[in-house]
């Protein structure tokens, strides 16, 4: 089993900073990408940013240029550098940790972006 811990979330105002922090423990031998989702009120939970063992990341084209992920300790902890918010980044933001055959999942964290 992994265990997923965010920390970070809070309320920044338009054009604010935020920075997810997500610290993975238990069994982490093998996850092979780490991941921050998002899930506002009555939508679907999506992508945000991922980052693979070997370095590789992926950004949603919503937060392309805003958002930076990155990792510390062979993917042991993951950030998440929010920058320029916008009120429709407003979500709970949740970690995420993948394996070949499993997939974990931290609590969640809110973020809320409002003047």
């Known amino acids: 089993q992994v265990q997923l811990v965010e920390s970070g979330g809070g309320v920044a105002q338009p054009g604010g900073s935020l920075r997810l922090s997500c610290v993975a423990s238990?069994?982490?031998?093998?996850?092979?990408?780490m991941g921050w989702y998002r899930q506002a009120p009555a939508k679907q939970r999506e992508l945000v940013a991922s980052i693979t063992s070997g370095g590789t990341t992926n950004y949603a084209g919503s937060v392309k240029g805003r958002f930076t992920i990155s990792s510390d300790n062979a993917l042991n902890t993951v950030y998440l550098q929010m920058n320029s918010l916008k009120p429709e980044d407003t979500a709970v933001y949740y970690c995420?940790?993948?394996?070949?055959?499993?997939?974990?999942w931290g609590q969640g964290t809110q973020v809320t972006v409002s003047s």
């Open positions: 995420n940790a993948a394996r070949t055959f499993s997939t974990y």
């Open positions: 238990g069994s982490i031998f093998g996850i092979a990408r």
